[in-house]
């Protein structure tokens, strides 16, 4: 069974930085995508960041130029730096993996990180 788990969430003031890491283990294997999704309260959950496993990554606008994806293709991990944190950034912030063959998707429990202004 595969199993990512997310750390590095927590309360930080607006202007902040925060790391958030994804690790994948257990039957992971051939990793395609790995992504950060976030769903704040009352609203629906939302792409943050995707990065392939060739490094080729997507940005929702809100957060282009502040957060940054990365992972290491060999440890199944993935990062978030996430930079200049807003109040609205507020969120449960989740990881995914696409892999396998056929393709499946996992998903990690979250963090929550709050943003106060």
């Known amino acids: 069974q595969a199993l990512l788990v997310e750390s590095g969430g927590g309360l930080v003031q607006a202007g902040g930085s925060l790391r958030l890491t994804c690790v994948g283990s257990g039957n992971l294997f051939s990793v395609n995508a790995m992504g950060w999704y976030r769903q704040a309260p009352g609203k629906k959950r939302e792409m943050v960041a995707v990065?392939?496993?060739?490094?080729?990554?997507i940005y929702a606008d809100s957060v282009k130029g502040r957060f940054t994806i990365s992972r290491d293709n060999a440890k199944n991990t993935a990062w978030l730096q996430m930079n200049s944190l807003i109040p609205e950034d507020t969120a449960v912030y989740s990881c995914?993996?696409?892999?396998?063959?056929?393709?499946?998707?996992?998903w990690g429990q979250g963090t929550q990180v709050t943003v106060s202004s």
């Open positions: 995914n993996a696409d892999w396998g063959s056929p393709i499946k998707t996992s």
């Open positions: 990065i392939t496993s060739g490094g080729h990554t």
